[in-house]
């Protein structure tokens, strides 16, 4: 089992709201109450205008910030980076802080800004992230958690904190102080923080990773983007063939290919559309089968055709494995998981090993 205290970045991500208190709870669980603890090198933070306000106030301020005092009172915690510049505003669609989250433009604007910054904090892969939907308003939770379901990798974990009552929603209680306190309450009695369990609750979720394409693990997707992609990844295939643009679209995706490659990918589809078994070994292929589709595609009296109609049929082995590997590569870069039904696959033990396409000849489309 991976050990995520083993990884040299360890992060905290939470969304929180008008209640701070999530963080330093988190943390508590984390680092002092759990077997075996996670320490955090660094916290993140994702609210709204006026929970960036309240968290500043309540955990960071120098004159009885919590998170100072958290520090103090339990050394175990370590000192993990956590400042001004760690808590992250999302912003509307006209880029201004938002102060709240309630309209379906709001919401939109907060699941792009959570999927953006699970996306960024799990490409590294010198990281472990831990995630919490303790705190913010239930539709922040669910991005996340939605978010970290997408993105997460094996060493990345989720929770939600439990505080145990009546000090879940005591404005005053941010985690169990090394020396007990008394704490007034609204009726006018008093309870004892020595009373106070705070647990965390590992929360299960599928891993989802694998099926989104390299492009958006990479860059900063929006929530609606990302979905979609993984989507795709449980459709059925659909594969088009497009002549005049030269492209591939697989379900719906344009994968882009070197008109070598697209011509080489069309010669395979062709196969398949065409016969019963499309799968073939290098020593059986006619180079005037592939040589007649590129002529389609760059033109018989051009220079690319000409060096390649000189060049077979020499090593057909290597360029027969070249490219397929290219044209693969390419399906993969685009759609990540989903291009797994439109990858030239191989039949058969080597060297006998033959290639060819396995989606069903009813899944291609030529458009011309």
Aim: contains cysteine; glycine residues 6%.
């Amino acid at each position: 089992m991976i050990d995520p205290q083993s990884y040299p970045r360890r992060i905290l991500l939470a969304v929180t709201g008008l209640s701070p208190q999530v963080v330093t709870e988190t943390l508590y669980a984390l680092t002092v109450a759990q077997t075996p603890p996670f320490s955090p090198t660094e916290i993140h933070l994702l609210t709204t205008a006026e929970g960036a306000r309240m968290a500043r106030t309540a955990l960071l301020h120098p004159d009885g910030g919590q998170f100072h005092a958290l520090l103090a009172d339990w050394p175990q915690v370590g000192t993990p980076h956590f400042d001004e510049s760690c808590i992250h505003v999302i912003t509307g669609p006209d880029g201004m802080p938002l102060s709240d989250i309630r309209t379906p433009e709001q919401n939109a604007a907060a699941a792009d800004a959570i999927t953006a910054r699970v996306a960024e904090l799990t490409a590294d892969e010198n990281s472990a992230l831990h995630v919490s939907i303790a705190g913010g308003r239930k539709t922040m939770g669910f991005y996340l958690g939605y978010a970290f379901s997408l993105f997460a990798r094996p060493q990345d974990r989720l929770s939600h904190v439990l505080v145990s009552a009546p000090f879940e929603s005591h404005p005053e209680f941010f985690y169990p102080p090394r020396s007990p306190r008394r704490l007034a309450t609204r009726d006018g009695g008093h309870i004892d923080t020595a009373d106070a369990e705070v647990t965390l609750a590992d929360i299960p979720f599928v891993r989802l990773r694998h099926g989104l394409p390299e492009v958006l693990l990479k860059g900063m997707a929006t929530f609606s983007e990302t979905v979609a992609a993984l989507q795709k990844s449980f459709a059925p295939p659909q594969l088009e063939i497009d002549w005049k643009n030269r492209r591939v679209v697989c379900g719906g995706t344009p994968v882009t290919m070197p008109r070598q490659i697209f011509a080489w990918y069309a010669w395979h589809a062709h196969r398949r559309a065409n016969l019963d078994d499309p799968f073939i070994h290098w020593r059986d292929i006619d180079p005037n089968d592939f040589l007649d589709i590129y002529a389609k595609v760059a033109g018989k009296c051009s220079a690319a055709y000409e060096k390649i109609a000189q060049q077979l049929p020499g090593d057909m082995e290597q360029f027969f494995q070249q490219k397929n590997a290219k044209a693969n590569r390419a399906l993969i870069t685009a759609l990540g998981h989903a291009a797994s039904p439109y990858l030239i696959t191989a039949t058969g033990k080597r060297p006998y090993s033959r290639h060819g396409l396995a989606l069903p000849r009813q899944a291609i489309r030529w458009v011309t």
